[in-house]
């Protein structure tokens, strides 16, 4: 434990083990999840978060967030994609115990908090047909607002590499990247 990341919140009564407090921010909202450690499945006392709970399945089950996808499970296609602390990550293979103390962005939380006007990438992705079975485009669009942070302007290269780890099954890859291009200008445009 480094200077109090994970606080004591109470014992478990009749029980030598304490429960703990895992703190996310999810897209700007603070949520405090009772974490129990070396818990045995058999014994599944009532906790927010076990051991074994990834982030996406504690997002999607725990907490309602069901924007981030889960395909294939294993951390291969990219369609869980979040940002934590602005790097995309697979939510699938990542602990939510791991995930402690960071800032976690998901699909529903790009679009404007006050105004709920889309973020310039999904309303690209709209516009532009960027959008076919749609399980791949929360991934798609993590993926490339995370590029678009860094590189405000990326060349066609830089957007396939920025975006490497996520599959379409549809192969709508041409019109993911022209999608990907215009929300670049109009991001540009605003800043």
Same mark, same amino acid.
């Given at each position: 434990m480094k200077n109090g990341e994970k606080q004591i919140f109470r @014992?478990?009564?009749?029980s030598n083990r304490e429960e703990k407090l895992i703190k996310l921010t999810i897209n700007g909202r603070?949520?405090?999840?009772?974490?129990? @450690?070396?818990v045995e499945p058999? @014994?599944?006392?009532s906790y927010d978060v076990y051991p074994w709970d990834t982030l996406a399945y504690t997002l999607r089950e725990k907490l309602g967030l069901t924007g981030t996808k889960v395909a294939c499970n294993s951390?291969? !296609?990219?369609?869980?994609t979040?940002?934590?602390?602005?790097?995309?990550?697979l939510s699938c293979?990542?602990?939510?115990?791991?995930?402690?103390?960071?800032?976690?962005?998901?699909?529903e939380g790009l679009a404007d908090p006050a105004t709920g @006007?889309?973020?310039p990438l999904q309303k690209a992705f709209i516009e532009n047909h960027g959008v076919? !079975?749609?399980? !791949?485009?929360p991934g798609m669009i993590l993926s490339a607002k995370a590029l678009l942070d860094k590189n405000p302007n990326p060349t066609e290269n830089d957007i396939k590499e920025g975006l490497s780890g996520n599959l379409c099954r549809c192969g709508n890859y041409n019109l993911i990247l022209k999608s990907i291009m215009e929300a670049a200008k109009i991001i540009n445009k605003k800043g």
């Open positions: @014992e478990i009564p009749g603070l949520y405090r999840l009772r974490f129990g @450690e070396d058999w @014994e599944m006392p951390g291969a !296609c990219g369609s869980c979040v940002l934590m602390n602005g790097t995309p990550i293979s990542t602990l939510t115990v791991d995930c402690d103390g960071k800032e976690i962005i998901t699909i @006007e889309l973020h076919q !079975c749609g399980f !791949c485009v």
